[in-house]
């Protein structure tokens, strides 16, 4: 059954074979836009082949890769959680700004260890396959990559002194470092590069092309590193540069292009650039990754609660007079709080879900666009903790309520921006049975809107009734999980009433009944103009 | 392309369909073996098809319960290594007691979750595909699990009172009645169903069957809940029923077929208890579940980190003259353990991840094996704990690093045990490339046998050298993952001093050379006997 391609004895099972019926090295080279596009997700795995010689499919240590980043990209969301409020301080200036400096810190280093993510699953795109030594490396460069977060913050609690700065653009380094070792490894051993890569004529191009790729973040840094010994402004600078220029760059080709019209670019540039820019990420990492967030942000608040909330024995004698149910019902609206918190994550996460059901490939716009949303998600547990300080700390509920629902229609307002992202290129992104719209567009539609609507109408109310405001959170989190149970009866109730009102307004001429005569029912209905 | 099968009106992608030919309604029934051999895995999944009607592939939906059911099973370590001890403080009886029961309270958590885990991993092999609905109640089915190791924790902090039991078992009880509404549905909408059950004529009774599965711990729970009002040690019992039964089972049944000869049972008692004992555990969730656990374990370190040991400002200048350097020198000891710590569980996870290379499915002592591994796995944060507490307090010193290397010691044993309880049955469990021993069966030995020795070696050697005791962990922590890099290096040449040994002992007759005459060098090496 195995049939092996004269071209590069290779089993003819591999995509590009399949698709093309020919070995790219035998015949003109795919442009690399196919080569991208059938690289793009996990690799094929045969699960027996290839054990023998210690060579394994990477779907396993990638989804074990993309948990570790997941949870370090949400990490720095527990010292903004854990700010401590004094009952006698109000939630004035000072609290105010230390709160905003770490909601900084935290909304960076998710977009910093998300830059190192989506550099990781390029890597992987190129690199197929793995043996022992390449798993090694790969942990090698998740433990650098656990150390940027604390390095981050470090830069952050002490933004003069160089040693700060330093050490993140050495983390920064070490991850490149490492990243390099894994590129020139499987280049060394071809069998382990992507069947696509390995089959190219353009091999030492491609090697060098992609080092570079990994290279410039860490090439920036250590210009960074270097100037914050000299001057720290020009540190900053460079270090941002690392994280928004595949953005910006982005950005500004797609407006050149919107000005000055598509210009082809020569072929030999089209191969160096399009790995970078227009490379859509694998829709499988995409998931993976957003799972971890979702599943470790739904969790942190039960850690939270089993470690805390458990009443001692000698407080429940003392407190509550032996009354566990006393003891309990204090930290009753913690308890209250964790289930509207978990069910916002969860259904969030659904919602993704469905959303994700329908996408074939991710865009790099909808890539953004998602890391923004899963970034205030993580910002959900925020929303819990201030929830459940409200039965210690009566005042400031109302902009405690406003900032839970600010927090949650950001979250679910980008991801409902994800959709609107893919529904603009439909043919690349949308699987084809969702690309005309229909009914099943409708449901997307209002999954997508019901968090945002909700938490839209929840801070109206509560600049209306601000004496509720505590009443009325807590009601819209009850209340959304049911509109999900119920969204389909209620969208087909919905369009049975828009069809009613549309009939009413421009009526439809009697269809001929089977007689031939007009059908005098529906003619008495709708009156004739 | 799509053949529809006549006899079920399934597309014959289907497992079933495949390998028999036939459909099995419309031939003989499978057996209830084939069956859950055909439903083990995560179901195939067409990424087109169905999704107009709302039918998707369950993958992602188990991916992420995986996840959160692996983070909710840690979770009770934080307790443990959060444990306070003041510096003045020996490490005494009290604190030994206080340790030791928040130790068991974390294991037997770990192990009811797993039950949770392994309940739902059955339920997901009958229900092959979800629509929106399975989707919202498999997440109330999470939500009322993370309550498990909450309540659990209150019934053991609280032993006699009614209460804690009384709300561990309504948890358990809610967890089994969302799981018979899911089982409910989708015997109401049989299009749900896995392929093997929807088309297997025995419809009913495996409906029965499995509601009755679903439902038996939660009616133990129930009772443990009534007799708690009278008599506690019932309830006690009652709930230790739930937890252990199926493994006392099996291992009864396993004693008296080996005690009495197996004895076929009647094929009515088979179709029903099969399902419950012999059923394999599916690999891939196995998989995610420990990634999981290894993930949330690895990174349990970071987050502690990231939120103590950033320093603060004013202490910098307060205690440290304003040096930055001094102040994270402080903490020194702190990353270095850090670094040992993520290095084992990382390891632990690669001898994981190559083990589970080999192996096809999982035994359900298999999966009990792996279950104690990763519970000590999950004691690592312990390790590390105590690892890190040496900067402050160099007395106890030698216990502390006893207990880490016993951890290790455990942790990495019960993996060993899961490699040799697969060889006792390497037709059902391993991958048909590596029945039959040979170089890759010395090297899956060599690298899940590298940490107990490690650990056994750190041990001995501290029994010998108490004074030097920190110092032979660190060693051991650092050289272990070189020792993983040059396994297979290191493996040759023991192999090669091996066959040099047993040449010397009984030298083989030297080979007759290309020309027919003795080959002179190697009959110089082997003298003549």
């Known amino acids: 059954m195995m049939l092996v391609c004269p071209g590069c004895a290779q089993p003819r099972l591999l995509q590009a074979h399949v698709t093309t019926g020919q070995c790219p090295t035998m ?3 795919q442009t690399p836009e196919q080569v ?10 045969k699960t ?11 779907h396993r240590m990638l989804s074990f890769s993309d948990a570790l980043l997941s949870i370090i990209a949400t990490v720095m969301i527990l010292p903004v959680t854990h700010t401590k409020i004094s009952p006698e ?11 905003a400096t770490r909601i900084a810190v935290y909304l960076m280093t998710f977009l910093i260890v998300t830059v190192a993510w989506a550099a990781h699953t390029r890597l ?9 030594t390449l798993a090694l490396l790969n942990l090698a460069c998740m433990m650098t990559i656990t150390f940027l977060p604390y390095t981050f913050s470090l830069m952050v609690t002490f933004p003069d002194v160089p040693l700060g700065i330093f050490l993140f653009c050495m983390c920064v380094i070490a991850i490149g470092a490492v990243q390099a070792l ?15 890569i390995r089959c190219s004529a353009h091999g030492t191009r491609y090697w060098r092309h992609i080092l570079c790729l990994v290279l410039q973040g860490p090439a920036l840094c250590l210009a960074a590193a270097i100037f914050s010994l000299f001057f720290i402004p020009v540190s900053y600078l460079l270090m941002a540069m690392v994280v928004f220029l595949p953005y910006v760059s982005k950005a500004v080709g797609w407006c050149k292009d919107r000005l000055v019209g598509h210009v082809e670019p020569p072929a030999h540039q089209v191969e160096f650039f399009t790995f970078d820019l227009h490379e859509p990420l694998s829709k499988e990492r995409v998931e993976a990754f957003s799972d971890g967030v979702y599943a470790i942000v739904a969790t942190l608040l039960i850690l939270d609660i089993c470690e ?29 709080a964790y289930f509207g918190s978990f069910a916002t994550v969860g259904l969030l996460w659904f919602a993704h879900h469905s959303l994700f059901l329908h996408v074939r490939k991710a865009t790099r716009a909808m890539g953004l666009l998602n890391t923004l949303a899963l970034a205030f998600v993580g910002g959900l547990p925020l929303a819990y903790q201030q929830t459940s300080a409200f039965a210690r700390q009566p005042h400031d509920e109302l902009e405690r309520v406003r900032v839970s629902c600010a927090i949650i229609f950001l979250a679910s307002i980008f991801q409902f921006a994800v959709w609107t992202s893919a529904l603009l290129q439909p043919v690349d992104t949308l699987q084809p049975a969702v690309r005309f719209g229909g009914a099943e567009h409708a449901l997307m539609f209002a999954k997508l809107a019901l968090y945002p609507c909700a938490s839209l109408v929840a801070f109206v109310a509560t600049c209306l009734l601000g004496g509720f405001s505590t009443a009325i959170f807590h009601a819209m989190q009850v209340a959304t999980p049911f ?10 109730l919905a369009l049975a009433v828009l069809r009613g009102l549309q009939g009413l307004a421009w009526p439809v001429p009697p269809a001929p009944g089977p007689t031939g005569e007009p059908d005098m029912q529906s003619g008495l209905l709708s009156a004739p103009c």
Chains 1, 2 share one sequence.
């Open 36 to 45: 991208l596009d059938n690289s793009r997700d996990y690799p094929p795995c």
């Open 308 to 336: 805390d909330n458990v009443p001692d024995p000698k407080d429940v004698t003392e407190r509550f007079g032996g009354s566990l149910v006393a003891a309990l019902g204090a930290s009753g609206p913690r308890f209250l």
């Open 124 to 132: 992987f795109q190129v690199v197929g396959k793995i043996d022992d």
């Open 483 to 492: 509109a999900f149970l119920l969204l389909r009866l209620l969208l087909r």
């Open 89 to 99: 301080q109000q939630f004035d200036k000072s609290i105010q700004k230390l709160l």
């Open 27 to 29: 015949s003109r080279p």
């Open 48 to 58: 027996d082949e290839d054990v023998g010689e210690g060579i394994q499919c990477s």
């Open 182 to 196: 894994i590129v020139g490894y499987a280049f060394h051993f071809p069998h382990l590069l992507s069947p696509q």
